[in-house]
């Protein structure tokens, strides 16, 4: 008895498929959204005091990534906003899901109007860019600072924050933080042993063996995220073969990742991994777990950004002085300094190009970008931004303070790349496999950089995704 | 009142108590399913409402992805594995506590307390689970690896998630384990429903705990076991919450299944379009092995 009643319930359900789908065009606007949505802008007059021509009653939806920065100081950016235009309504809110939130709304042409596009769940940049979903920004560039006198908003950046937000020529997307990659470790641990930080892989090698025979393993790496360590591996390339080791690898150029330099880099970091300096078990630790380690004392170094301070608050022992330092040279044929790191401009904000207040988004941004509200930011969460100076004055974390004086060390080489802004997947996805396998010893250099070059070959040869090329 | 006007009567019942369930049905699930197939045939990014019909040619790439059929394989030996595995147990479990007393037809010593603790996995949320076993596998402070030194088989300790040869295993593992409470009390439910005399006849007979269950037990749960089939069988054809919480299919892709290929297609790379043709392939691979199932597992029936 029962039996039947499953089939019938399955023929059922069969045939009212079939019946479904005529109706599939009617339901389908559901989804796929209408086309034909004209919505009106809000627009205000332009004046010395309003270069960006802010309707001052618009009101404003901003739309916060609540990860690692929290949202405190979002609240403290609107309210400087709301000050200069008291009669606007601003709409806050915050959510870690930025892609499963958002994209209807993109679908339905009622997008916020500023976004703070970032984390594991932000929206792809590729398909953002290529379906024109982002308003140019070049206006607040060139418009005046809100409280630096006599500056454009340009002006008062530091290098490198408006080439990383730049697609085919049109600035897009502005990334606020500033964020330093290098190699961390404990000032306290080294100073109690007599180590020094090693500025050749040689040295670096003997460090190594020091330390390992101290009873601490050299190295950990966040096993589950193992991309964190194609950050030192290109880094080591860059230095030794030149920004345009960088630049191939981004433009997708042809057999990129199998550049001489990335040949010796590569060969270099199989050094950690064949002479047992990665500690026990990595592999298998996701990016908090493997960093606590490391802060427990466990490891001395670890691949990370600048947020790692920040993201280790809880479990970091006191006095533990954690400090960032460039990948070590490779040798005297280096292209680059020792000094030189890799420095970019990260945590992405965007105004829709279909928001209702495309005018109140730029201003917001000019409200953040202002040497107030830079300086506020950097208090709050303990990260640089992209205003120069705005973190003069202010009293920095050991680690964050490390990282400022490893930039102005680096100066004018610093360098960056920005292919996983432009294929997401590449890094995410395909290099990061390669890593895995290459530091848990499953593969040596050469199958990692085929691998990687397989991914990258992919991406190229994918005609639906949109390609970038940038300049040096 | 006359007959006629209390059937009346009960078709309005009916009807009321039938279409609100069916419109919300049918806006939630079968609207979707239906949309699903629309998207399929379209380049859509999902960001805009402008899309390009593209036929098959979404199928056509999917036939030619590596990483879209190593999900699937991935989700049949899933779906090989799973079940045989998770019902086994179920039916082991629930027959020690239901029939395994020697004797007298009853549970083993102390079968009320491990009732309580099959269930417990089912009272969680899958993603406390997954957090869960994610720290049990920590191959530095994990449970097992912990265990594994404690007792002197360090040689067995491995990072598990970290490894892809084990990961996969690690994973399957945990929805075996998280499922397998539920279905020792269907199972065991079922055994209630059986008549006791019956298992005292093989009692009498002489027939041993692995013979009453092969001879008695599973012939008379067959219901059970073809349902339950089918449901671990759709499981497995799903396990994106694990594995996304877990390993994000990772390492090396060695976890990766059809599900977490569609979220990632559609919310990592905004190919909108794209996964919903991996969707509909999944759909038809589903629907297809339920069928097949309910099939192939048809028997006659024992009345008791």
């Known amino acids: 008895m029962s039996e039947i009643t499953r089939r019938e319930v399955l023929r059922r359900a069969a045939a009212a498929g079939v019946l479904a789908a005529p109706a599939a065009g009617v339901l389908s606007a559901c989804a796929l959204g209408d086309d034909d949505s004209a919505t009106s802008q809000y627009e205000g007059t332009k004046s010395d005091t309003n270069p960006l021509g802010v309707k001052e009653d618009a009101p404003l939806e901003v739309v916060i990534f609540n990860g690692g ?45 500023v976004v703070n596009n970032s984390g594991a769940g932000q929206i792809d940049f590729n398909g953002l860019v ?73 040295e670096h090698i003997a460090l190594c063996r020091t330390i390992k025979a ?56 199989h050094q950690i991994v064949k002479d047992g ?28 950004g600048s947020w790692l301070e920040n993201e280790q608050k809880a479990v970091t022992p006191p006095g533990f002085d954690m400090a960032v330092a460039p990948t070590p040279s490779l040798g005297g044929s280096d292209k680059l300094p020792f000094e030189a790191i890799r420095g970019t401009a990260g945590e992405p904000f965007i105004v829709p190009a279909k928001a209702r207040n495309v005018r109140g988004g730029r201003e917001y941004l000019r409200t953040m970008l202002s040497a107030k509200g830079a300086k506020d930011f950097t208090q709050k969460v303990s990260s640089l931004t992209v205003v120069s100076g705005a973190a003069d004055g202010v009293q920095l974390p050991f680690g964050l303070s490390s990282a400022v004086k490893a930039l102005s ?33 499953a593969i040596g250099p050469a199958e990692f950089l085929d691998q990687c070059q397989k991914g990258a070959d992919q991406i190229a040869s994918d005609a639906s995704i949109k390609k970038y090329k940038r300049g040096k | 009142m006359t007959g006629r006007a209390l059937r009346h009567g009960r078709y309005r019942l009916l009807v009321t108590f039938l279409v609100p369930p069916l419109l919300l049905y049918g806006y939630f699930v079968l609207s979707p ?90 009272v969680i949320s899958i993603a406390v689970i997954g957090v869960l076993w994610k720290q049990l596998y920590n191959p530095r402070s994990g449970l097992l690896n912990g265990f594994l030194e404690a007792v002197g088989l360090d040689g067995l300790a491995r990072p598990w998630l970290g490894d892809p040869t084990y990961a996969f295993w690690a994973v399957m593992a945990v929805m075996v384990w998280a499922n397998v409470g539920f279905y020792v009390v269907l199972f065991g439910a079922a055994m209630q429903s059986v008549p006791r005399d019956v298992y005292e006849a093989a009692l009498l007979d002489g027939a041993g705990r692995l013979a009453t269950l092969w001879r008695v037990t599973i012939p008379l749960l067959w219901d059970s076991v073809q349902v339950a089939w ?75």
């Open chain 1, 69 to 113: 920065f929290g949202e405190e100081y979002a609240k403290a950016h609107e309210a400087m906003y709301k000050e200069k235009y008291p009669k606007a309504e601003v709409k806050h809110s915050a959510t870690q899901e930025i892609s499963k939130t958002l994209q209807p709304r993109f679908v339905d042409g009622t997008p916020p109007d």
């Open chain 1, 130 to 202: 290529s379906q024109g979903s982002l308003a140019d920004l070049g206006e607040l560039l060139d418009a005046p600072s809100l409280d630096v006198a006599g500056k454009t908003v340009r002006d008062t950046l530091l290098p490198g924050a408006v080439e990383v937000g730049t697609y085919d020529g049109k600035f897009l997307v502005l990334n606020y933080a500033y964020t330093v990659y290098g190699i961390w470790y404990s000032t306290k641990l080294f100073t109690e042993k007599g180590w020094q930080y090693a500025k050749t892989w040689d």
């Open chain 1, 214 to 269: 101290a009873g601490i393993a050299p190295w950990t790496y966040q096993g589950l995220h193992p991309r964190y360590m194609s950050w030192p591996v290109i880094a080591t390339a860059i230095k030794h073969g030149g920004v345009e080791v960088a630049l191939n690898i981004d433009n997708l150029e042809p057999n990129a990742w199998k550049s001489d330099a990335m040949k010796a880099s590569a060969d270099a970091w």
């Open chain 1, 277 to 304: 300096f990665i500690l026990p078990g990595s592999s298998g630790l996701d990016h908090k777990q493997s960093q606590t380690e490391w802060s427990k004392g466990k490891a001395a170094f670890v691949s990370c």
């Open chain 1, 409 to 441: 060390a680096s100066g004018s080489n610093g360098f960056n790349w920005v292919y996983q802004l432009y294929y997401r997947k590449l890094e995410r996805n395909l290099v990061d496999a390669a890593c895995g396998q290459f530091f848990s010893g």
């Open chain 2, 33 to 122: 399913y239906v949309q699903m197939f629309v998207i399929a045939a379209t380049d859509w990014r999902g960001l805009s409402p402008s899309y390009e019909i593209v036929g098959l040619d979404n199928f056509r790439q999917l036939l030619r992805d590596q990483y879209v059929l190593d999900a699937l394989r991935h989700n049949l030996v899933l779906l090989l594995l799973l079940p045989v595995i998770t019902i086994a147990l179920g039916l082991f479990f629930a027959s020690m506590l239901n029939v395994g007393g020697r004797g007298k037809v009853a549970g083993v010593r102390g079968s009320g307390a491990y009732k309580v603790v099959y269930f417990f996995p089912q």
């Open chain 2, 230 to 304: 089918v449901y671990l069988a759709i499981l497995a054809l799903d396990g994106f919450a694990l594995v996304q919480i877990m390993t994000n299919g990772g390492p090396s892709f060695a976890t990766d299944v059809a599900g977490l290929r569609i979220y990632e297609t559609a919310f990592g790379e905004a190919k909108f379009g794209y996964a919903s043709a991996i969707g509909v392939a999944l759909f038809f691979v589903t629907l297809s092995i339920a069928v097949l199932a309910l099939r192939a597992t048809r028997r006659e029936r024992i009345e008791f």
